[in-house]
């Protein structure tokens, strides 16, 4: 599937005499569809993001998001039974080829992946935080930043009881408070200044820009 239609095949294939052609070359296109979409989920599901969700509370910090130090889970806040992954999944899950068609000898399929707007929109952090308000995404911050790394404590040999709704982490008001109010010891220094900042990676907005890439030279693929 390469190079230019010829004009007489071009013919053939939008005329009602080509409709067995058309039907051969759709087959084709959506084995090739499924091979792109399979691959976006794989990408998705094998991404240093989604694996170290995927650990829950006890995770490292394998993205290296927070430089290190305690997982994204117990950061963003997730309560234990959660699957913020879910929706994602579904949604990417749920892609398909809408229209099928040929345009000036070219393949024009339009498919039906989610936007990053609607993925936003789907893991807001007020969904399962009382104490967040606002539309704001866990998943755009992700990419753009999440703010209070510098006020997020994370130790898995303290026990915070339901001042916690992640496990072993909580976070802090007004600055770091003193070792007295959670017991001698070290708190692996949550507000010193290597993990005050949180470190930006790319994610959906990566996976699903090379899966519409993807889209855009198939579409392009052409029979001589």
Excluded at 18 to 29: H, L, P, S, V, W
Excluded at 125 to 151: A, N, P
Excluded at 182 to 211: C, H, M, N, V
Aim: cysteine-free.
């Amino acid at each position: 599937m390469a190079g230019g239609l010829s004009a007489s095949t071009s013919k053939e294939i939008e005329s009602q005499s080509g409709k067995e052609f058309r039907d051969k070359f759709r087959r084709i296109a959506q084995l090739e569809f499924e091979i792109i979409k399979n691959r976006m989920i794989k990408e998705f599901e094998e991404h240093k993001v989604t694996l170290e969700i995927e650990g829950g509370a006890l995770a490292s910090n394998s993205s290296g998001t927070l430089g290190g130090y305690g997982n994204l889970w117990s950061f963003i806040g997730f309560p234990d039974a959660y699957n913020p992954l879910d929706g994602v999944r579904e949604k990417l899950d749920q892609t398909e080829i809408r229209d099928f068609g040929f345009k000036r000898g070219q393949l024009n399929l339009i498919t039906t992946e989610p936007s990053r707007e609607e993925l936003f929109a789907i893991t807001k952090i007020s969904d399962f935080r009382k104490d967040f308000e606002g539309g704001r995404s866990w998943l755009d911050g992700i990419e753009t930043g999440l703010s209070g790394l510098g006020l997020y404590l994370y130790d898995t040999e303290k026990n915070f009881g339901e001042k916690s709704r992640s496990g072993p982490a909580i976070q802090l008001k007004g600055g770091k408070q003193s070792e007295k109010a959670f017991g001698e010891g070290d708190t692996g220094g949550a507000a010193s200044p290597q993990r005050s900042r949180y470190e930006r990676t790319s994610y959906i907005s990566a996976i699903l820009k090379k899966f519409r890439n993807s889209i855009l030279r198939l579409n392009r693929r052409v029979i001589k």
